[in-house]
């Protein structure tokens, strides 16, 4: 999949709004983010070793605020963060974070 992808609402309306999450893997470049009406917006590209161009690509794509905070994640999540992009966020602890607040009852997490 490359390009972004609107969904319709279902996101609860101020789960992540206002920052942009961004995955830097090894082969992909991931983004998400949800709007104030709830809308979620996530795009996907191949990077071919140029993560940087493939998230620019991606960011010209989207219809995004002009000041946004970035979280970004991933092996290569360094290459943007070095660059005075986005804090780098460790992934477990989010997602421990993420289940907290949305399912509070869970004892376990299985990714």
Known sequence: MNGIVNHGPGVRPDALV?????DIGSLYVKMVWVDPEGVWHDGAAEHRG??????????????????????????????????????EVDPIRAAIRGVREHVPQARHILD
């Open 18 to 22: 206002g920052a942009l999450g961004v």
């Open 50 to 87: 140029r993560p940087v161009a493939a998230l620019r690509a991606l960011l010209a794509d989207a219809e995004l605020p002009a000041v946004l905070p970035v979280g970004v994640t991933g092996p290569l999540a360094s290459v943007i963060t070095d660059q005075g992009i986005g804090v």
